[in-house]
Structures are given as C-alpha cells and as structure tokens.
C-alpha cells in the first residue's frame, strides 16, 4: 500500500499514536514548524535520525545548524525561504552531522500551510537515506573504474550481446583488429572470426547460457580488416540481471600472434633438432666403432712389437706410447657409451678418481707437454672422487689443458695447476696457468659460445671451450673463470656431489 506524503500531513489524521506508528514501520521522521507560535516539533523518528534524546526539545534557531556547514546548510536555508515566503515544496538531500558527530545522508521534505495568503506552519518528512546513498556512490566509483579500465585497458575489452554482436569496444581492440568503433559495431563477432575457428567456443557459450557456467577462455583467430590473420586468446564472462538472467557478455581480447609463431618455429626447430640428432648420434656410433677397431688394431700392434723385438722397447718413448695406447682405449670406450645412450645427463654420472682422470689426460697430450717444455703440478688427493660422465671429464679436462698450453706467453715456460678440494655440496676443480689471459670486460658474455675466439692461434676454432660448458652444464655442474691479460687464466669446475 503506498502512502503519500501529503496524506500522512493532511489534518485528517489527528491520532498522534496512529502517526507515529507509521512512521516508525517506514522509518520516515516528521517535523512542524508552528510559525504562530514559533515552536518547532520533532517526531521520535525524527530525533532518533539527529541522535538526540527522546525528550530533546528542537530549538528554531539551532536547528538549522544538524545540516553540515557548506553547501548543505545553505541550500536547505534557501529553500526553506522559498517555502516560507514563496509557498514552494522542497524534496532534496542533505548531510547533517549528528549531536554524536556522525554523519548521515538524509532525505528532507518540507510543504508550507497558507492562511489568509501569510505562512503559519510548514510541515515535512525526514529520511536517514545514508545506506542507499553509500551504496549508491560505490556503484558509481565502481562504474566509473570499470569504465576507465574498459576504456584505457591495453588489451581488448567488449561488452557483447548474447547473439554476438558488438556493443561497446575499447580503443585496444580496434587498434588490434584495424576497425574503427563504428565499423565494428556494425559487425558481429562471427563476421571477424577466422572461418576454421568459427565453432571455438560454441559448447562453453551453451554452458553458460544454461547458469551452469559464468565464464570461459578460448584461443581463436581473428581476421585483421588487411586479411592478416590475429591469434587471440579470447574471456568472456556472462552479465546478469538480478533474476539470474543473462543479459551480454564482457570480452576480453588478448593479441597473442607472435607468441603463436615463435611456438611455430620452435616447433620446426625441434622436428630439424630432432632429424639432426639422429644423424650425429648414427655418425658417433659409426665413429666410435671403428675408432675402436683403430685402437684396438694399434694395441696388438704394440704387443707384437714387444712379443717379437724387446730390444726395442727398451727405450724412453715405448712405455709413453704404450700408456698413450691404453689411453686412447678408455677414452673411445667411453666415446662408445656416450654414442650408445642418447639421454646421457647427471643421472647417468658415475663416481671416478679425479686424480686418476686427471693423470690419463695429462698422458693423452705428453707429446704436446714435452714440445711446449710444460710444468704441470697436480694438487688433487688420491681420495676425491667426482660424480660424472667419464667421457665428458676426459673432453673437459683435456679441452682445458690443451688450451692453456696453446695460448701460453712467448718466452715464458707454460705453468699449469690442478687443484681441487670438497664442499658438502660440490667438488671443485681449478686449472690454473700462466699464459696470455683474456679481456673478460669485453668476452665474458660470449666466452662459452660457439666459434668464438680470442687470441690469434692458426688451431683455434672457438668450439673447446663452447664443449666444456655444454657438458657441466648436462651433468648439473657449472663452471666459472678467472683471467687477468697478460697473467693467465683459471677455470673452476664444480662438480655436484
């Protein structure tokens, strides 16, 4: 049943308990102002609204004060006049600041009585509105944000109709797609979409307009107004009404082309990678196998030698060939192990002497040692053992050996250390010398990189050192370095216990 104000005023109702029981089930206040007397009344829900007791009395005067001090109180004061001397209405809105200091959003009403053509009362109705109006101005802060998101957003925002077709764009879709607002609006979603990916989507948009899903996110393509194909990934989220009724969609578009063609080209990539590995790995088993039969062949060679004229081994050099032989060996057996198992990496280390190691790499290259004049000092205990893949400890070490010797200083005899020692985590490798050094201000960056080369050597080819990374790195060890031009150069290798 709807009530009017006038009705509740009308001098009709006299029953002043009837009065005040209805404006306590509408929680609506009232007040008189008796102009003949210069009284002033407020209702229980009128005092209860200004936090005043039940027996305050209001005060003509102080009254006007409650409304905050500003445009508030001016306002009500101007219209209060109009009423008083113009026989105008008033309905308006207002803060008034409690006798507790609080402030509150109220509705004030106020209707003038006439006698005779002078003013004698003027009567109205007082509304605590603060609620509606609080949540009345976070829907509108809310509004306001969405809107500035959905206008400045750097990724694409619509608003859709649940048959597809544009509403409201952002300027980040036109710009994506190449149509300016009013083109798209003229479109629907369908009319843009690539004609193989017009189906993405169709079971998710079934599911929520049946309420038994609210969003969804797809990846589809789009056709640019140039023809050129947009790969989008596409969220949409359903609006609706207060009843559970959808009402449109809110879109959010993001351009994510070149995300899909570098997948593209990592895809070829990987299927070349792959044809590519299996060429190396049938030219490793080919390689290891008959560097086996070479070696192998040397060997019985060596023993004939030694079976048939020991006369001849007698001298300085046999017993270095002989350990170089044997050398040679275990290394292509280990190359043989390698070539047999493709997924060689830190699972597959065994633990091995490092000091054992250490010495067959220096046998491997004793024609190299011997012609260069090297020193070489080994400070390596009998007892540590390293976890790795013996074939790459062989390449590493004599990698790094061979290099420290190749780019020694001219006229400085080649000094080279090993040293390594243990931590609970790593065991640790240096391999020091005395040679030209390298500027790592300018190469550190490009140190360990493929055909990178640094001092002018007619056997460089920038690959020893692009091979040592590689296998520390496969065996989850990491290697760093030292060098001062013109002083030499150390390398640490740790190795994961």
Known sequence: MRIDNNEILSDEILDKDFLNTIEDAL????????????????SSVTKKIHDVDANYVPNVDTAINFYKKGQHREKILALFHKALNHGENYDDEFIIITSKGEEKWVRAIGHPKFKNGVCVAIRGIFQDITRKTLESKKTLIREKEFKSLFDYSLTGMAKVSLTGEWLKVNNSICRMLGYTKADLLKLSFRDITHPKDLNIGNKELALILSGRMDNFKVNKRYIHKNGKVIYCNVSATIVRDSNGHPQHFI??????????????????????????????????????????????????????????????????????????????????????????????????????SLLKYSKNAISNITATTISNNVD?????????????IPAYLDSILINLLTNAIKYKRQNVTPEITLEAFQTEVYTILKIGDNGLGIDLEKHKDKLFGMYNVFHKHEDSRGLGLFIVKNQIDAMGGKIEVESTVGKGTTFTIYFKN
């Open 27 to 42: 929680a609506i206040g009232s007040w008189e102002l008796n102009l003949l007397s210069n009284s002033l009344k407020w």
């Open 251 to 352: 879109a959010n578009i993001n351009d994510i082309s070149e995300i899909e063609i570098n997948k593209n080209k990592i895809s070829d990539l990987l299927a070349i990678s792959s044809k590519q590995n299996d060429r190396l790995l049938n030219f490793a088993r080919i390689v290891s196998h008959n560097l086996r039969s070479h070696g192998g062949n040397l060997e019985m060679l060596l023993n004939l030698k030694k079976e048939d004229y020991p006369e001849n081994t007698n001298d300085e050099y046999f017993p270095l060939m002989e350990e170089a032989i044997g050398n040679l060996n275990e290394t292509i057996e280990n190359l043989n192990e390698v070539a047999l198992y493709k997924d060689l990496d830190n699972k597959s280390s065994v633990p091995v």
């Open 376 to 388: 070489i000092k080994i400070l390596i205990d009998n007892n540590i053992t390293v976890y790795t």
